[in-house]
């Protein structure tokens, strides 16, 4: 066994050091890596003094560790080699504290998405990051990826739900930044440079978070619209005419909403699969007397002035968990299509429609038969592209990235709006961000993690 395996067992003990034979009994991720973790030992500290002490040994041994969350990363980002140790805050899943006067919870990094929101709502709060991996994402690992979801054009992404964070450098080094406050100016804002660095910088042990009240209102309808032009113009309106209330704006292309409402889709369509655009618009509020009827005066005003053309509201639990359902169950693809590459792009809500034009044209232009299914955050510019061209070989899957990163770059565009660049999109980081950008991050890398233990080889190649 590697000296610095024996060391860390004899330091921490075996409950807390898995040896590689242990650690291959577990999955590698959670999203399509096929096989078992292949690590040279699994680290499961339970507590932020011994986060500190193992990277402390394992920078004197110049020893790679990857931070593993719940492995739901997309990107490849918690891929970990055999030579790497993985370090896991699976065991650190204290929630610390509710405070519903300050409206803040105190966490450790380990705590499960939905387990958090879970117990805010105990409190009558709400903890706004909803995404479809709440189930087994922690937290560390949604703000180490800045994670962003299905109510980010309501509340903001991870980076604002934010107020305090303890991190651990590479060499042991705690940082505690706990702030709990809203206004805090008292030099640099450290935090932000550990939210959505994809593990590379520090590793996260604790967070304080923003709480929200809780809505005592839902509204949710599917709605149908001729044009790209109306969802925009009804994106608008309903910012306008919702009392602030809007909370998620999806738009769905026919051929999503098509193939996730058609057999072996276990979901039955709401609207008649013809129109060419779907919008989940959700409304969250507080007045029980009127907000569900101004949601369904809106509609009707839209549907009268012909701005959509179809519209259902969800009337009971079981309504919203379908029409949440169509949109959230991505899985659903790679049971009709495999291979297949995903995209989450990021761009102006103006810019959308003819680069999504472009690229379906560019793509059936190179292969006749390629399927394009887009969907996403409408609301704040964040799309998701499932693109399928039969294989998925090594020159193929660069050309695929070419067709849909590339006018990203004229157009300001970014290559990813949620699942950040792990070892999947490192080549294409300069269509998103300046040399000098790139080369002030890696100054940044060098100078808080000088031998590049943390997550080596991860965003940059
Ligand atoms: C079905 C599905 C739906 C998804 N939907 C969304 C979505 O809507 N929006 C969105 O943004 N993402 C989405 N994702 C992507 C993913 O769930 C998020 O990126 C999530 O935030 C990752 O959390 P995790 O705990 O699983 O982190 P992991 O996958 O374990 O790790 C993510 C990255 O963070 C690092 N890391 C993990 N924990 C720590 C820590 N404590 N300290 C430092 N670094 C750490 C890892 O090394 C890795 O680079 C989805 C994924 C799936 C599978």
Known sequence: MPEIVNLLIETFGKHCVLTHEQASTRIASNWKQPGNLNCLALLLPENTQQVSKMLQLCNEYNQPVVPHGGLTNLVGGVVTNANEIALSLERMNKIEEINTTNKTV?????????????????????????????????????????????QALRYGV????????EVVLADGTIISSMNKMMKNNAGYDLKQIFIGSEGTLGIITRAVLKLEDMPGTRNTAFIAVNSFDKANELLQLSRKHLNNNLTSFELLWQDYYTLMTSPPSVFAPPLPQTYPFYILMESLGQNEENDKTSFEGFLEGCLNNELIVDATIAQSHQEL?????????????????DPVFLFDVSLAISDIDIYIKDIRSNLQ????????????????????????????NKET??????????????????ITGEHGIGLEKRSWLYLSRTPEEIALMKTIKKALDPKSILNRGKLFE
């Open 321 to 337: 968990n379908w029409f949440w359902g169509i949109r959230e169950n991505v899985e659903h693809i790679f049971s009709v299509h």
């Open 397 to 414: 899957k660069h050309r695929v990235e070419e067709i849909v990163y590339k006018p990203l770059q004229k157009i300001g565009g970014s």
């Open 365 to 392: 232009s190179i292969w006749p038969d390629a399927y394009l299914y887009t969907f996403g955050h409408m609301g704040d510019g964040n799309l998701h592209l499932y693109v399928s061209c039969g294989n998925d």
């Open 106 to 150: 105190t966490v450790q990094a380990g705590v499960v998405l939905e387990q958090l929101q879970h117990a805010a709502a105990e409190h009558g709060q709400l903890f706004p990051l909803n995404l479809g991996a709440k189930g087994t994402c922690m937290i560390g690992g949604n703000i180490a990826s800045n994670a962003g979801g299905l």
């Open 158 to 165: 991870m980076r604002h739900l934010v107020l305090g964070l």
